[in-house]
């Protein structure tokens, strides 16, 4: 009876994915010269963002985050069972938790509208999400809201943000290895920065396999 009204409960405070659309996202307010191609000063908040449409960001960074964070993305629907499984086993062998089998679906729901907190009634109200927001957008759009809605470390929110503060340059001309550097941070942003103590770890991240997915 506890489960059942736990699921109840859950369905019923779970926002509806539509509001997925109307949410204000925060972003920075950035001052240019008079000829409006110069930036002189970037003003924010606890977000540094800046929204860029789906198509200016490059396949490399799309494959190089897809690969990384959910390699089966365009072929499940919200939930990647075999990716729990082996989550689930690793952390069982580990006596903690080493990895983690949310999908970017998943995550996105957990980022846009809950929190981090690792409590059942979260997780569940995160698949149950997770599931509304496949029915409601295509892949690409959930790519999309993902990628300009994730934390790259510090206070830098969205590929665009990210690609300006580490590499001084539009995501749109990231290279390769930049972009697979920008993919290996959201896991632990404050672990990997590029210009932190953690460079090798960083560097390290990607396998063998990561590169072979992405040069395709």
């Given at each position: 009876?506890?489960?059942?009204?736990?699921?109840?409960?859950?369905?019923?405070?779970?926002?509806?994915?539509?509001?997925?659309?109307?949410?204000?996202?925060?972003?920075?307010?950035?001052?240019?010269?008079?000829?409006?191609?110069?930036?002189?000063?970037?003003?924010?908040?606890?977000?540094?963002?800046?929204?860029?449409?789906?198509?200016?960001?490059?396949?490399?960074?799309?494959?190089?985050?897809?690969?990384?964070?959910?390699?089966?993305?365009?072929?499940?629907?919200?939930?990647?069972?075999?990716?729990?499984?082996?989550?689930?086993?690793?952390?069982?062998?580990?006596?903690?938790?080493?990895?983690?089998?949310?999908?970017?679906?998943?995550?996105?729901?957990?980022?846009?509208?809950?929190?981090?907190?690792?409590?059942p009634t979260r997780k569940l109200r995160e698949l149950v999400l997770a599931i509304r927001l496949e029915r409601r957008f295509?892949?690409?759009?959930?790519?999309?809201?993902?990628?300009?809605?994730?934390?790259?470390?510090?206070?830098?929110?969205?590929?665009?943000?990210?690609?300006?503060a580490f590499f001084g340059k539009p995501a749109r001309d990231l290279t390769l290895p930049e972009a697979a550097t920008l993919?290996?941070?959201?896991?632990?942003?404050?672990?990997?920065?590029?210009?932190?103590?953690n460079q090798k770890n960083l560097l390290a991240r990607p396998a063998p396999d990561f590169w072979k997915v992405i040069s395709?």
């Open positions: 009876l506890a489960g059942v009204a736990l699921v109840f409960y859950v369905l019923k405070t779970v926002p509806p994915a539509v509001l997925l659309e109307d949410r204000e996202v925060a972003e920075s307010t950035k001052i240019y010269d008079r000829t409006g191609t110069v930036l002189l000063y970037e003003i924010h908040g606890d977000e540094r963002r800046t929204v860029i449409p789906f198509a200016e960001i490059p396949d490399i960074v799309k494959q190089a985050t897809i690969a990384l964070e959910d390699a089966n993305f365009y072929s499940h629907s919200a939930l990647d069972w075999k990716s729990l499984v082996r989550a689930l086993l690793a952390n069982l062998r580990r006596g903690k938790i080493v990895q983690g089998g949310s999908t970017i679906t998943q995550q996105l729901a957990k980022k846009a509208f809950l929190t981090d907190d690792r409590t295509s892949k690409d759009e959930i790519l999309s809201y993902y990628l300009n809605q994730i934390p790259y470390g510090s206070d830098l929110y969205g590929i665009e943000s990210a690609s300006q993919a290996a941070l959201p896991q632990a942003p404050s672990y990997y920065p590029p210009w932190g103590s395709i």
